[in-house]
């Protein structure tokens, strides 16, 4: 549904608005179709977690978990930088802690989550990376339709972002009713397919680029690892775009660009980079699959993918990898408490059988 969504904001909605104003082709737009229908065909059978197996005691201790994520996000917003990484836990644990059939603890949660992200949104967003905080809003609130068995129109929803989308071009900290079309064209939800679109020719004009392309590769597989560690270590396409082909005070400011889904297999590969694109969301479908039966967290990490998919349609694979840190980042240290515990539970269970002290 998250893509689908994606799909709506960053290709539907822009070639629209592109085809209009600016005569931009569909062609794009038709790759990008082929696309996204071979990824949603390969997570058909991929649905949000419905239920809820956790013991009493583990729902208290899964809710003071949330309590404490939350509290800390406002506590680093209003005095550090840092409220950012823990946005992605309070979505992943928002919807560990629903439960089906009790829909006024339902809603209490959505309450809580919505003032967290409201005191994001006042004290930490800067008006940068709208995709990612939206992805998270309109994940918690699918997910909260969801959990309560709440009939949702799928086609009527997903135009819902357009809107959003096209209210807050110009602005993006505040909605402005007086839409300027000219402004939406501008805006880097709809401007991209228009850059994206001219992407084939270059690759008819300078040739296919298997080396540039392959880069991008190796960016999007190890984009953990820090430049002061690997100097050396690629750009990400978005930056690296601006590099080759923009002003040098973009660079120095480090501006990047969006790709969308396909675009940077365009660039490099032509029409080639349809066969890669179609890998890339194989892989990444498989990954969706991998983390649902994660074992960790019960698969809901899959709640972390499904808030950054509109990021995979808007900037494609070398954004969708760097946008995905932040949410491992973000539950990394729940994840190593966890395995503490274990070992300490596993030790404890081993000194108190004898098996150390020699007593059998």
Known sequence: ??????FSVYMYF???????????????????????????NNTSDLTYISYNYHSRKANKLNLKVYLLIAVSLV???????WAAYFLPASVMYFAICMIPGRLLHNVMLAVI??????????LAWGGFGRTVIFGAMITCFLYFLYVNNIKVQKVYFTLVPILGATLISGNRKELSWAIDISSVAQDSAVGPYRLASTFMEHADQFGIDVSGFLDQVVFTLLSFVPRVWWPTKPFGFGFEYVVRNMDDYLTLAGHSIAATLVGEHLYYLGSFGVVTALIMVHLVAKLCK???????????GIVLLAANMMVLVWGGMTSFSTRMLMPVISVSPIVLVYWFFMIYRSQTRIVGSGRITGRY
């Open 113 to 122: 989550q919505f003032l967290v992200f409201a005191a994001y949104y006042t």
């Open 290 to 300: 991998w983390v649902s039966n994660w074992q960790f967290f019960d698969g809901y």
């Open 14 to 40: 822009p070639v629209l608005v592109n085809n209009y104003l600016f005569g931009t082709s569909f062609t794009l737009y038709y790759l990008s179709s082929l696309v996204s229908l071979y990824f949603l």
């Open 1 to 6: 549904m998250m893509f689908l969504v994606g």
């Open 75 to 81: 506590v680093a917003g209003l005095y550090t930088t």
